[in-house]
């Protein structure tokens, strides 16, 4: 009995393990309760917003105040906090990003200018300096600074004459804008300069290649300073922005009609001619490359025809010495001919292969300097034998040839052959002279004068 007691206690214990250990593997494999629908979606949408407001992409900017001072120097700001300060658009911001063309953007309450280095907001009391591209610390963008906390420090008066505060930063803005560019133009006309003077004296491999860099350079420099005169032509051409450009006046509630921009007009004006006689002095530079790029080709022709006349004048000399060979070749065979008892027979044969050599060389030649002779009248040329007359005045035409590069320009009516126009000139003079002293003779010996066309006639015909 013990020992049944005994095994059924065992039995009872294995099978508890064993649904203890099948409730344990259950447990684990069973996923994490997940939570409803809705509370998921709302989760991770709110969790998107805030990687997307972590992950803006933010400005660094520099900030004058009215009176000119720095009062924030690389200072970090969003884009949706910098809208929502300065009553800005999206695509307004946009624009200060991108790099591709300048413009300057007149609003309500600011001005955004993206000029080559600059992006610059300006409004009624501050300006904002755009740092975009981590460039702090170029050069230009320091003279910038410098330049924009002096013009903006200065004291102006109430008088006639004063600028307001914000044409003080656009102009300060433009100064660095047209400074840059004439640097930058000085820098690479000075090269091309010297390139196109070397190559006057001498055409080198190296310096085509060098004047083939320099010249894109130049076609980049006058495309971006181009786009600059653009800018400000467009902006010129649109009195409303011109009006809305008194920020100040605005901010007082003081409105200006579309016509009454006569300061900022004149301002834009005197930078927009700046601008111009860069655009103007980089295309005459341009032009000068491209003309002596024809230059070159042209030599370069006229060294391959040459060339090709001397390889002309190599096959023309071989064609002769293999023609007047031809005949000694015919006489050096093994055959048995009758002169070979002859004491002359040598020298026969020898001054005849001379003598076709020489007659075919000198053909030859002839055909080629013929061939030389590039005219614009065909073969002929204008003193030919295949002329034709022009109409005469009774509209009757001498003769008819199709082919009009063998027509040669006759005289003008009057003119006798070989007279220049200053000959005929005079002759007329002479002539019109004689008939007027002839028809005073004729005149004072009661005969009948003649016709001042006879009078020429006759002394044509004397």
């Not at 009062?71 to 946009?94: H, M, Q």
């Not at 003008?412 to 002839?438: F, H, M, Q, T, Y």
Request: overall charge neutral.
């Amino acid at each position: 009995m013990s020992g049944v007691a005994g095994s059924t206690l065992f039995t009872e214990l294995f099978d508890f393990k064993r649904n203890k250990a099948a409730e344990s593997k259950s447990y684990l494999r069973q996923p994490p309760a997940l939570i409803n629908d809705g509370t998921e979606g709302s989760f991770n949408i709110g969790r998107g917003l805030v990687a997307k407001a972590s992950n803006e992409p933010r400005l660094r900017c520099t900030e004058f105040d009215s009176t000119g001072n720095v009062t924030l120097v690389n200072g970090e700001f969003k884009k949706s906090e910098l809208i929502a300060k300065y009553g800005l658009l999206p695509r307004d911001l946009r624009k200060i990003d991108s790099s591709t063309l300048p413009h300057i953007l007149v609003r309500p309450r600011a001005i955004l200018i993206n000029l080559l280095h600059l992006r610059v907001l300006i409004k009624a009391d501050r300006v904002l300096v755009f740092d975009a591209y981590g460039s702090t610390d170029s050069y230009m963008q320091s003279l910038f600074v410098y330049d924009l906390e002096g013009k903006l420090q200065q004291k102006q008066g109430q008088t006639a004459g004063a600028l307001p505060y914000e044409f003080r930063a656009l102009e300060a803005v433009l100064i660095s804008v047209t400074s840059g560019l004439e640097e930058e133009f000085n820098g690479v006309r000075d090269p091309v300069v010297s390139v196109l003077r070397a190559l006057e004296e001498d055409i080198d491999r190296d310096k085509l290649r060098h004047l083939l860099i320099y010249s894109k350079k130049l076609g980049t420099f006058e495309q971006k300073a181009r786009l600059v005169r653009d800018a400000i032509d467009d902006l010129l051409e649109a009195d409303d922005d011109l009006a809305a450009m008194y920020l100040t006046e605005n901010s007082k509630g003081v409105r200006r009609e579309e016509h009454e921009h006569q300061e900022v007009e004149m301002l834009l004006e005197s930078y927009h001619k700046v601008c111009d006689e860069i655009v103007q002095a980089s295309g005459n530079l341009v032009t000068g490359i491209r003309n002596t790029e024809e230059v070159v080709k042209a030599i370069l022709d006229a060294n391959r025809n040459s060339l090709m006349l001397l390889d002309l004048k190599f096959s023309i000399g071989t064609l002769g010495l293999a023609t007047g060979t031809l005949f000694s070749a015919l006489y050096g065979m093994n055959l048995k001919n009758f002169i070979e008892e002859s004491d002359l027979g040598f020298g026969a044969v020898s001054v005849t292969c001379f003598a076709i050599t020489i007659v075919v060389c000198v053909y030859g030649l002839a055909k080629l300097r013929k061939l030389q002779r590039v005219r614009m009248w065909g073969e002929s040329g204008v003193g030919g034998a295949s002329m034709v007359s022009l109409p005469t005045r009774g509209g009757a035409l001498a003769s008819h040839r199709p082919n009009w590069r063998a027509d040669t320009v006759e005289p003008v009516w009057g003119s006798l052959p070989g007279e220049g126009r200053v000959e005929r000139i005079k002759r007329i003079k002479d002539n019109a002279a004689a008939a007027a002293a002839r028809s005073a003779t004729l005149k004072g010996a009661n005969v009948p004068p003649t016709s001042s066309g006879e009078a020429t006639k006759q002394s044509e015909s004397s």
